[in-house]
């Protein structure tokens, strides 16, 4: 590493023994571990005299195996030399996030704002950065109150969330079920300069429909041709699913026919949708029924859709037909669940076909799945004759061990 002429100090390396006196030593309380030794970085490692470049002011920070709080607000960081650049805070970010060492963080935040205040320090973060910083906190920190706080306090950075940014946190807040604070969040979007698209008001579709209230939802789906937006397949599909959820069957079909007058392009996840609905009612054969027409229709079936009429099928008890469907899935490459083998051969057991078992079977493991003792136990009371139910006895007690 090149050293600074005028700092007159050295790389600490330090032990559970040492005694810190760096300007960039960590606080008492940091966690002490002789092995391996951290080097605590000095503080001209900031100084943009120094000829060391960006990519190995990176590479020093994720070779610490303990993140050194004293990074994020060195002494130094008064001094006109102390110019961090965005590239190293976003590792040192990462470093501290990972260790759940919040405080450090908040701590570095503080300093770059208060830098914003002075013209010559001055130094705009993009949204990367933020979205970095955003991420880190709601996905390992598990802190999406700091992922909230961060977002509303962009523009005191000079910097301004992107719709992606935007959007990320809105689902964090859907799927953490917090829909009180995406309310808040949504109606910040003017103040934060976010321009609003379809994936913005998917994500409150989506929010409302898992709340259960499709009267919103559908008012939030009004609002795209007043935005001059373009719904697509994803919010026809949220808007079906909550529909079937519901038991309102025939209402996605007529959103289906409303989907296809305005050109949009019909995919397997909204005939997967449709099919899921119809198993739930349990009309299996209009669910197969729809199978065809997407294939007639030039959509190809993924697993999920055979999946769909299978356990259709299976609830059906119609094991027959189940079996043509498993056929049809492997011709296709489409390998069938661990739990359609399960329900399949456990149906077939109980109907005493022992050819359809010994075919179930041979199936499943050539798929790679294996059968539990469960399975077995039921699959030897199936081959082992009814007069001879002495020796089922004995089975059971030889493998319950």
Not at 193 to 203: K, M, P, T
Not at 220 to 230: A, C, G, H, N
Not at 303 to 312: A, F, P
Request: proline share 6%; glycine share 8%; hydrophobic share 35%.
């Amino acid at each position: 590493m090149l050293q600074n002429p005028n700092y007159s100090g050295s790389i600490y390396a330090y032990n559970d023994k040492d005694d810190f006196t760096s300007p960039c030593s960590p606080p008492s309380h940091f966690p002490q571990n002789p092995k391996p030794i951290v080097r605590a970085v000095p503080v001209f490692f900031f100084n943009p005299k120094t000829r060391t470049r960006t990519k190995t002011k990176q590479r020093q920070c994720h070779s610490c195996k303990v993140p050194p709080q004293g990074l994020a607000n060195p002494k130094g960081s008064n001094q006109p030399y102390y110019n961090p650049t965005e590239p190293f805070c976003t590792s040192l970010i990462t470093k501290l996030a990972q260790a759940q060492l919040l405080d450090p963080i908040h701590t570095l935040l503080q300093t770059l704002k208060h830098q914003h205040q002075n013209p010559q320090k001055r130094r705009c973060f993009s949204d990367d950065f933020f979205f970095t910083l955003i991420k880190l906190y709601a996905h390992v920190a598990n802190r999406i109150d700091k992922a909230v706080e961060t977002l509303l306090d962009m523009p005191n950075f000079h910097s301004w969330p992107s719709p992606r940014t935007f959007n990320f946190v809105l689902n964090v807040l859907v799927n953490a079920r917090l829909y009180d604070v995406v309310r808040e969040v949504y109606a910040a979007a003017p103040k934060l300069g976010v321009e609003i698209d379809a994936c913005c008001l998917n994500i409150l579709i989506k929010g409302l429909c898992e709340r259960g209230q499709l009267d919103s939802a559908f008012e939030v789906f009004d609002e795209f041709p007043k935005l001059r937006l373009e719904p697509n397949a994803r919010t026809f599909s949220t808007l079906m699913h909550g529909l079937c959820k519901k038991g309102k069957v025939e209402d996605a079909f007529g959103l289906l026919e409303r989907m296809e007058q305005s050109g949009v392009c019909v995919d397997a996840v909204v005939f997967n949708v449709l099919i899921g609905g119809l198993r739930k009612l349990g009309r299996v054969e209009e669910g197969k029924e729809v199978l065809e027409m997407m294939v007639r229709r030039g959509c190809y079936p993924n697993g999920g859709t055979y999946q769909q009429v299978l356990y259709g099928l299976l609830d059906a008890r119609r094991f027959g037909e189940a079996r043509e469907i498993v056929e049809r899935m492997v011709s296709e490459g489409i390998v069938p669940s661990f739990v359609s083998y399960k329900v399949l051969i456990v149906g077939l057991c109980e109907g005493g076909l022992v050819g359809e078992v010994d075919w179930a079977l041979r199936h499943m493991v050539r798929q790679g799945f294996v059968p539990r003792m469960g399975m077995w136990r039921k699959i030897v009371k199936c081959v082992v004759s009814k007069e001879m139910s002495s020796c089922c006895a004995s089975f059971d007690g030889i493998l319950g061990g």
